[in-house]
């Protein structure tokens, strides 16, 4: 399972061919979800920030490696998405401060939109994977 504690619009630009424009789907995820799937599979990390990785290491209950790589995601790609919303987190944390929140996304990538029809057109997935 591909773990980001972000998502940018670049992740669909990468020179795997003209992805872009690109259908990007978000669904809401629970940490039970999140967690049994990252035991079944495994994490490939791409939380770039440490505090964030020890954080998801204790949530998880399994490492996150901190990882800075730039990550590209072609059609039918999936990613899940840590979005950490809360005051700046104190360095060493490894915890959530009061407030502050990590609310898990899966992210699939589907084929072309097709702006003109307004609607996606190409690769779709039915997997749940």
Same mark, same amino acid.
């Given at each position: 399972?591909?773990?980001?504690?972000?998502?940018?619009?670049?992740?669909?630009?990468?020179?795997?061919?003209?992805?872009?424009?690109?259908?990007?789907?978000?669904? +809401?995820?629970?940490? +039970?979800?999140?967690?049994?799937?990252?035991?079944?599979?495994?994490? /490939?990390?791409?939380?770039?920030?440490?505090?964030?990785?020890?954080?998801?290491?204790?949530?998880?209950?399994?490492?996150?490696?901190?990882?800075?790589?730039?990550?590209?995601?072609?059609?039918?790609?999936?990613?899940?998405?840590?979005?950490? +919303?809360?005051?700046?987190?104190? /360095?060493?944390?490894?915890?959530?401060?009061?407030?502050?929140?990590? /609310?898990?996304?899966?992210? +699939?990538?589907?084929?072309?939109?097709?702006?003109?029809?307004?609607?996606?057109?190409?690769?779709?997935?039915?997997?749940?994977?």
């Amino acid at each position: 399972m591909k773990l980001a504690n972000a998502f940018s619009i670049s992740m669909l630009c990468w020179p795997y061919g003209s992805l872009a424009p690109a259908v990007a789907c978000f669904t +809401r995820v629970s940490l +039970r979800e999140v967690s049994e799937r990252a035991r079944r599979e495994g994490v /490939e990390s791409y939380v770039g920030h440490a505090d964030t990785a020890r954080l998801l290491t204790n949530l998880l209950g399994m490492e996150v490696p901190v990882n800075r790589a730039s990550l590209a995601l072609a059609a039918l790609d999936e990613l899940v998405v840590a979005q950490y +919303r809360g005051p700046r987190l104190p /360095e060493g944390a490894t915890e959530l401060p009061a407030g502050a929140t990590i /609310e898990f996304y899966q992210v +699939r990538v589907g084929g072309r939109f097709d702006w003109r029809a307004g609607a996606a057109v190409g690769a779709t997935s039915s997997g749940g994977q």
